[in-house]
């Protein structure tokens, strides 16, 4: 009963180095997203995916990028950490029958920039 | 430029009484609006939904009320109890042309004994 996994849950980086976050779902959900959470700011969409094999860009793409190579993963990337990249991160999915908006959501991975 | 504005950071109610939360949104297209719930240290998780076909929605203690002419959700949670006390995050999208949800800042509801 896995649902949204999200990993690392925490990670430290320093200014310029680079990581993946990888995200898994295993509910056969069409849709994928990634979101950032910061203080004030809400849920801001950094980019999203429709389908295997597919991606567009959200709110707040600049500075990531991302690959859904299967249908059941959705990988975050960043090429050069900032310290403006300091934030919790949020994965989420939704189903094919339909678009109600319902997303699922991992429990976030926590990301500190030094 | 904030389409989903939740203007209240935090309310503070006692258990038992009502807890009214709000949000106002600026985009005419947006057709579906959600609620959803976030603890510390977990993923927010899906509350209570309406569409823009309907004034009101109701799921237990919880009730979405939407008023499309002033652009304005609020949930109401009644009788409110300890464990509701979380951050609420309403958001909206429009189901037509994308498949993509807007946020708002969310409101720290917390509910005291």
């Known amino acids: 009963n896995a649902g949204v996994t999200q990993t690392p849950k925490f990670r430290v980086l320093k200014t310029g180095q680079s990581m993946t976050l990888l995200c898994a779902q295993d509910?056969?959900?069409?849709?994928m997203y990634w979101y950032r959470q910061d203080p004030g700011m809400g849920l801001r969409l950094i980019h999203y995916?429709?389908?295997?094999?597919?991606?567009a860009k959200g709110e707040v793409p600049d500075g990531y990028n991302v690959s859904r190579l299967k249908k059941q993963n959705f990988l975050l990337g960043l090429e050069s950490a900032a310290p403006s990249q300091t934030s919790v991160y949020f994965c989420a999915s939704s189903g094919a029958s339909g678009y109600t908006g319902e997303l699922f959501f991992g429990e976030g991975s926590r990301l500190t920039v030094l | 430029d904030q389409q989903v504005k939740q203007n209240s950071p935090s309310l503070s109610v006692q258990e038992g009484r009502i807890s009214i939360l709000n949000c106002d949104y600026t985009n005419s297209m947006f057709d579906y609006f959600l609620w959803y719930k976030k603890y510390p240290a977990e993923g927010p998780t899906f509350l209570i939904s309406?569409?823009?076909?309907?004034d009101k929605n109701e799921d237990g203690r919880f009730t979405v009320f939407l008023n499309k002419s002033a652009k304005h959700l609020s949930l109401h949670i009644v009788p409110s109890q300890p464990g509701d006390s979380a951050v609420y995050f309403c958001a909206a999208v429009n189901t037509g042309t994308a498949s993509k949800l807007t946020f708002g800042t969310g409101t720290r509801l917390q509910v005291t004994l």
């Open positions: 509910m056969n959900h069409e849709y």
């Open positions: 995916s429709v389908g295997e094999g597919t991606t």
């Open positions: 309406i569409s823009s076909i309907k």
